[in-house]
């Protein structure tokens, strides 16, 4: 089951875990980097952090979420132990 949580829900140890166990893994999924370019980001997690993705974003007009590419950051996307 995919869960979105809010970055203050994430387990920092589980997410890093997983980054440093994944084959696809790079430096910009670590939650540490991830909190040094976005001042703003959630994530979708997959069964007890097996799957992650981060979403980084910035409020638009204080109304709605823009999802963006944070600066130093060459790729995101899906990664885990699947």
């Known amino acids: 089951m995919i869960s979105y949580l809010k970055r203050k829900e994430i387990n920092d140890q589980l997410w890093n875990t997983t980054v440093q166990k994944a084959k696809n893994g790079l430096p910009y999924f670590y939650t540490w980097h991830l909190d ?33 590419q944070p600066i130093l950051t060459q790729q995101l996307g899906i990664i885990g132990n699947g």
């Open 36 to 68: 040094n370019c976005c001042k703003h980001w959630s994530a979708l997690v997959w069964e007890e952090y097996k799957f992650i993705m981060p979403l980084p974003y910035n409020n638009k007009l204080l109304i709605t979420k823009q999802l963006f």
